[in-house]
């Protein structure tokens, strides 16, 4: 099983960026994609940025498109997501994940593996 392990996290003001960062262990060579969602009580968990593994190809969810992007590093095992302009409506516990196919629909991504999730707070 995967391990995936998140961190990054915090509270920022409207306007400002962070970089979570994805520290992956385990048989990563058995998901496609490794990905981000987000999630706020009362919602259901929702897909904001995906990568091919050991590929470049990328998909976001239109809320984010333009300010945040999704990168990897092989080398570290890691992987990550750059915010940019971040806003209120950003503010969500986010988590890491291995897909098994590269769907930011969770019902379409056949099996996942999730990280315990990191906190993002902003504030306007």
Not at 32 to 41: E, G, H, I, S, V
Request: proline content about 2%.
């Amino acid at each position: 099983q995967v391990q995936l392990a998140e961190s990054g996290g915090g509270s920022v003001q409207e306007g400002d960026s962070l970089t979570l960062s994805c520290a992956v262990s385990g048989p990563s060579w058995r998901y496609n994609c490794m990905a981000w969602f987000r999630q706020t009580p009362g919602k259901e968990r929702e897909g904001v940025a995906r990568i091919e593994h050991g590929g470049t190809g990328t998909d976001y969810a239109d809320s984010v498109k333009g300010r945040f992007t999704i990168s990897q590093d092989f080398a570290k095992n890691t992987h990550y997501l750059q915010m940019n302009g971040l806003k209120p409506d950003d503010t969500a516990k986010y988590y890491c994940a291995a897909l098994h196919y590269c769907d930011l629909r969770i019902e379409g991504a056949g099996q996942v593996s999730w990280g315990q999730g990191t906190q993002v707070t902003v504030s306007s």
